[in-house]
């Protein structure tokens, strides 16, 4: 059975390609714009890891991870924040609110696929 992976991006771009670069990896993918949707997603669907941008509509991404990590369904549920914030601050804020990884974009598709791998117990 394949992995799932739900990414969490306002831009429809970024959305499109990472879905086709896991895609082409193997992964099953599952998309949205914005953290109340991903919430939606994740109680309806099984997911193995989430790719999370920071700055998104209604939700943030921060706001998200501290959702999902106070619920104790998704506490251990990996997380990969995947955005255009680089300064220190952000990426401290980004690991205290529970994420994994943090990546700066733009990403190479290897290396997200290796972060997967390695926060799923995917390695071949």
């Known amino acids: 059975m394949s992995k799932t992976v739900l990414i969490v991006d306002d831009s429809e771009f970024t959305l499109e390609i990472t879905s086709f670069a896991l895609e082409n990896a193997g992964y099953k993918t599952l998309t949205t714009k914005n953290g ?23 939700m943030d991404g921060y706001s998200l991870i501290r959702e999902i990590r106070s619920d104790s369904n ?12 680089n300064a220190a601050k952000d990426m401290t804020k980004g690991f205290e609110a529970g994420a994994n990884v943090y990546l700066i974009k733009p990403v190479n598709v290897d290396e997200i696929i290796a972060q997967i791998k390695l926060l799923i117990g995917d390695i071949e």
């Open 36 to 58: 109340l949707e991903a919430l939606e997603i994740l109680f309806k669907e099984h997911v193995d890891l989430l790719i999370v941008d920071i700055v998104m509509p209604d």
């Open 74 to 85: 998704f506490i251990e549920k990996p997380v990969i924040i995947m955005t255009t914030q």
